[in-house]
């Protein structure tokens, strides 16, 4: 029986911690994992590695990852090598608007790209009150 209930509790523990992997040690994790939204960021945490909230879309290959956030700001994650890895002093380079990013990609020739978009559980709300001047 007690075999039995760690399994259960294992299943639930890990079920909430979603995350996808990018490359070395770079994850988007679920918005429920430790604040709002699903972010971006590096496991191991070194100083100056990036960390992005509130991701709507990433798209990633072995020496880029492409963010657009939901209040429409761009990032690009460029490797300082051959490929990403984190605590390595790759480029973060933004905030940038949505033209800007697409003509990035064009400019630097980035293609081969993995996709995944992001829904979110809460919706904008409407204020309570309107403010006047």
Request: proline share 2%; with cysteine.
């Amino acid at each position: 029986m007690t075999k039995i209930l760690f399994l259960i509790f294992f299943m639930l523990l890990t079920a909430c911690d979603t995350r996808l992997y990018l490359g070395d040690y770079y994850y988007i994790y679920s918005e429920g994992s430790f604040g709002y939204g699903y972010y971006l960021t590096c496991k191991l945490g070194c100083e100056g590695d990036v960390h992005i909230d509130y991701v709507e879309k990433v798209r990633w290959n072995e020496k880029y990852i492409l963010v657009n956030k939901t209040n429409k700001e761009c990032y690009v994650i460029k490797a300082r090598g051959e490929e990403l890895a984190c605590c390595n002093r790759d480029s973060i380079i933004g905030p940038m608007n949505i033209n800007q990013l697409d003509e990035y990609i064009k400019i630097m020739g980035i293609e081969n790209l993995n996709e995944e978009k992001f829904k979110y559980k809460w919706k904008k709300k409407k204020p309570d009150y309107i403010e006047t001047h």
